[in-house]
Nanobody, 124 residues
Framework: QDRLVESGGGLVQPGGSLRLSCAASGFNFDLYSMGWFRRAPGKASELVAAITSNADNSYYTDSVKGRFTIARDNDLNTLYLEMKDLKPEDTALYSC?????????????????WGQGTQVTVTS
């Protein structure tokens, strides 16, 4: 079955950088869009970034535009999220999710498979 395993989270100071990875297995990775979500304590899950199956289009929520970059390597079945200039408000549990097809959607309920997440904490 679908399996998504995130890594790369950690504790970082404001202005720092992290690269998250999501290793996918159990499905044809190159046929599905993928997304990165985050959930801060007391808040709903938020779609941070999404990418089409062939990486020809991507989406970013306004608060991360210019700082985060989503990418994928279909040969390695891996999704990435490069995060720069991190801010305390970026602190959250970050999860990758598999889309329903090659094109991404925005609502969380349009992603049928999720990883367990990796914690990102931005603090001085």
């Amino acid at each position: 079955q679908d399996r998504l395993v995130e890594s790369g989270g950690g504790l970082v100071q404001p202005g720092g950088s992290l690269r998250l990875s999501c290793a996918a297995s159990g499905f044809n990775f190159d046929l599905y869009s993928m997304g990165w979500f985050r959930r801060a304590p007391g808040k709903a899950s938020e779609l941070v970034a999404a990418i089409t199956s062939n990486a020809d289009n991507s989406y970013y929520t306004d608060s991360v535009k210019g700082r985060f970059t989503i990418a994928r390597d279909n040969d390695l079945n891996t999704l990435y999220l490069e995060m720069k200039d991190l801010k305390p408000e970026d602190t959250a549990l970050y999860s990758c999710a598999k889309g329903q097809g090659p094109l991404f959607s925005l609502p969380p309920n349009s992603y049928p498979a999720w990883g367990q997440g990796t914690q990102v904490t931005v603090t001085s």
